[in-house]
């Protein structure tokens, strides 16, 4: 008997037959199976989550970088100022594309033909021309000056700067031709191509050309709808949460609303959008894309998630919190107040912010109210036009050009941040505010 135990974990006695032991090996054989297959499963999901945020890291990363050509610029006043008197409204509608042109042209005069002079201004952003205008309207004492100034690389070049496209490869399958590599191989070893941290990503609105697209406009709209959300839907969740857990009777009426609660937070979020487009904007005549529809739209989402997290997070709480509070004379009112909410807190505070991590993620009903507009301008209150981050991920993912691919994976990139950020406040703050009892 001794010998077999230390042999196998199955004991055998007189009173076990050999069938009976065959049976419990299988067994036994069949959880050591059933463990190998869960370890697997767990395994072959992490290599995929870690290939998919791989894919997504490496096409996102050079989003980050932005290809910049130094050209010594003329502020012509026969250019910007004919009549020399610093006109606001003349220097606005001077011809600041010319300026880019003659910098170019400085820098190579040997390129004389109009077909020629065309491709050296495509190495340079046509947006290029918009900045000397506002250089020009913030301060007028540069017009008649030569400054050395650091420019916007168009998409192109910058794709070919950082390896993005292929330089070695016959000149059809380019999107810039041979020459267009000579000029940029003359400007590098001139030291006038340079590559830095793209902070245009950061503080531009959305664009048509890739190189002057930036996020400010999206992020700027998602902490507006996110505002508008958080004061709607946390105080009239909670609110619902402690009347159902602590003051509604238990009947016939209080099970439907509990039921229905559950059943919208499994509802699809576009038909929160069709609700939105119906009743905000058809019927109500509220604001096309603002972040203020949005926003109610959203706490409509969020609702069912809160006031489930937060029941959850009351039902947690023991019952002779309050039995002792009730026992001491405190009224039911100032039993929750004072020890069941305190204590729930922890709880109530990450679903709240789980759900507006949700809300944050989500683009079905955005699309439907029409936060998918082109804006351009970052939106400065809660009714004008805006966008946010998923719905600008989803029109930059639709953009043919290639440097919108890299900025799609980088607009990705920083959505994830803002979620990993807010679940780990929700972390946080449930170890801070957690009590034991």
């Known amino acids: 008997m001794t010998d077999l135990a230390q042999e196998s974990p199955i004991v055998t006695s007189r009173y076990q037959s050999d069938a009976f032991a065959a049976r419990l090996r299988r067994r036994y054989a069949a959880e050591r199976r059933f463990k190998l297959a869960g370890m697997a499963a767990v395994g072959f999901s992490l290599l995929m989550l870690a290939v998919l945020l791989g894919s997504i890291v490496v096409q996102g990363l050079p989003a980050f970088l932005q290809t910049q050509i130094r050209l010594e610029v003329n502020f012509d006043p026969a250019v910007l100022d004919p009549s020399g008197k610093r006109d606001r409204q003349e220097l606005a509608q001077a011809n600041y594309q010319l300026l880019v042109r003659n910098a170019l042209q400085s820098v190579f005069p040997d390129v004389t033909e109009r077909g020629d002079r065309r491709k050296l201004s495509d190495l340079v952003s046509s947006g290029v021309a918009f900045h000397l205008r506002d250089r020009v309207m913030d301060d007028p004492a540069v017009v008649g000056t030569r400054q050395s100034l650091w420019v916007i690389a168009a998409d192109d070049v910058d794709q070919i700067v950082k390896g993005a496209s292929p330089r070695d490869v016959v000149e059809t399958e380019r999107r810039i031709n041979d020459r267009q590599l000579a000029w940029l191989d003359v400007l590098e070893a001139n030291g006038a191509l340079r590559t830095t941290f793209n902070w245009t990503l950061f503080t531009a609105g959305d664009s048509r050309e890739p190189e002057l697209a930036g996020l400010q406009g999206s992020i700027v709209g998602s902490l507006l709808t ?116 305190p204590l729930a807190m922890p709880g109530i505070l990450t679903g709240t912010i789980i759900g507006m991590a949700h809300a944050l993620g989500e683009t079905a009903p955005l699309l439907m109210i029409g936060m998918v507009a082109f804006i351009v301008d970052v939106p400065a209150g809660f009714l004008d036009s805006a966008t946010v981050l998923p719905v600008q991920i989803y029109m930059w993912a639709d953009s043919p050009e290639r440097a919108f691919t890299e900025r799609t994976s980088a607009a990705i990139l920083i959505l994830l941040a803002f979620l990993i950020a807010m679940n780990a406040v929700a972390v946080y703050l449930r170890k801070k505010f957690e009590r034991r009892w």
Do not use: C
């Open 226 to 341: 996110l505002i508008i959300t958080m004061v709607l839907a946390v105080p009239v969740g909670v609110a619902a949460a402690v009347y159902l857990e602590e003051f509604a009777p238990k009947n016939r009426w209080t099970d439907l609303i509990e039921v229905n609660i559950s059943n919208l937070a499994a509802v699809p979020s576009i038909v929160y959008g069709l609700l939105g487009l119906a009743v905000f904007l058809n019927l109500f005549g509220m604001p096309r894309s603002a972040p203020v529809v949005g926003g109610v739209v959203m706490s409509l989402m969020t609702l069912p998630i809160i006031i489930i997290a937060s029941r959850a997070a009351l039902k947690a709480v023991p019952p002779s919190i309050r039995e002792a509070a009730l026992g001491v004379g405190a009224s039911r009112l100032q039993m929750v107040i004072h020890h069941v909410l």
